[in-house]
């Protein structure tokens, strides 16, 4: 056997040493490189499972607070609406507060006006439901000094008249009536003349002969000869005027508010009471004459007031 130098052993053993590191440097990055593949095959398998996931959790979590906020904006939106009905409530009621306090205020201002003629202040507490009386029930009655055939106003104009009497409460027959009227006289031209009521809620003028001559926009006042009402308490104005024969067709639109009272006054006298001028002023600028002074031109053979004894 030949035999090998102690040098060349050497160099052998290095050549080997060498070898087997670099076959095992060769098996180790092998193997980093196939468990780093792994864990990214592992990565891109359970990813989309993890982002749905998420997905999921996070969508649950959205609609529950979501749901629960909605309940909470429910309920503040349900006080809120409560509270906004009864803030109208209160708002409407105390309009007609303010309304009334208007009303009264100008009776009392009427009364103070007129503080020589005897009058008392009422409030309407029923109204008739039909079309074919046009009444209203007062709250005053005999004790506060009402009679039957006293006549009924407002700061407007006329209203009607007491046609009972008791003791706490009253009834009003309205001009409107088809039993109402009242003797009325227009302002300008001085012709005295009876109005009445058909149901309707205007009234017409009676027996103004055809070859009269009446305007529309003319007032009329009361002209005191039907024993009721005191002389020149506005009545209303022409709104219409027709041709007819023997007698003009005439409605009337009333001074008062007769399908809107609710307080009224009750004259307790046939004193006269002072309206706003408007039929002097009238009269000034169209040269006329005032009422309560000259001659009063009269239609011939005209009959009475319609009203009710």
């Not at 053993?13 to 593949?37: C, E, N, P, T, W």
């Not at 029923?126 to 407002?154: F, K, L, Q, Y």
């Not at 409460?169 to 031209?189: F, K």
Request: charged share 25%; aromatic share 4%.
């Amino acid at each position: 056997m030949v035999a090998i130098p102690s040098r060349h052993k050497s160099l052998a053993l290095l050549g080997g040493v060498l070898l087997a590191q670099v076959l095992m440097l060769a098996v180790q990055i092998k193997r980093d490189s196939r468990g780093r593949l792994i864990r990214v095959w592992a990565v891109t398998a359970v990813s989309p499972f993890e982002r749905t996931g998420a997905w999921g959790v996070r969508t649950v979590r959205g609609v529950w607070t979501r749901y629960f906020a909605l309940l909470s904006t429910s309920r503040e939106n349900e006080a809120l609406r409560i509270e906004n009905d009864a803030l109208k409530v209160t708002i409407a009621q105390l309009q007609s507060r303010a309304a009334e306090a208007d009303r009264l205020a100008t009776l009392l201002s009427f009364k103070q006006s007129h503080e020589d003629v005897p009058m008392v202040g009422a409030r309407v507490i029923a109204a008739s439901a039909g079309t074919a009386s046009r009444t209203i029930e007062i709250d005053r009655g005999e004790r506060d000094g009402v009679r039957r055939n006293m006549a009924v106003i407002t700061p407007d104009g006329a209203v009607g008249k007491v046609i009972e009497a008791f003791r706490d409460y009253s009834q009003v027959l309205l001009l409107t009536d088809r039993d109402g009227g009242a003797g009325a006289m227009l302002v300008e031209s001085r012709i005295q003349c009876p109005v009445g009521g058909t149901g309707d809620p205007t009234l017409v003028m009676k027996y103004i002969p055809s070859d009269e001559e009446v305007k529309v926009g003319e007032k009329l006042v009361t002209s005191g000869m039907d024993k009721i009402f005191p002389r020149d308490i506005p009545v209303g104005t022409v709104m219409e005027v027709k041709a007819g024969y023997p007698f003009k067709l005439i409605r009337v639109q009333p001074a008062a508010k007769l399908d809107r009272l609710e307080t009224v006054i009750v004259l307790l006298t046939q004193a006269p009471v002072e309206f706003k001028k408007e039929a002097e002023a009238q009269n000034t600028q169209t040269g006329g004459q005032p009422s309560g002074s000259g001659t009063q031109k009269a239609v011939p053979a005209a009959p009475a007031a319609t009203v009710r004894p």
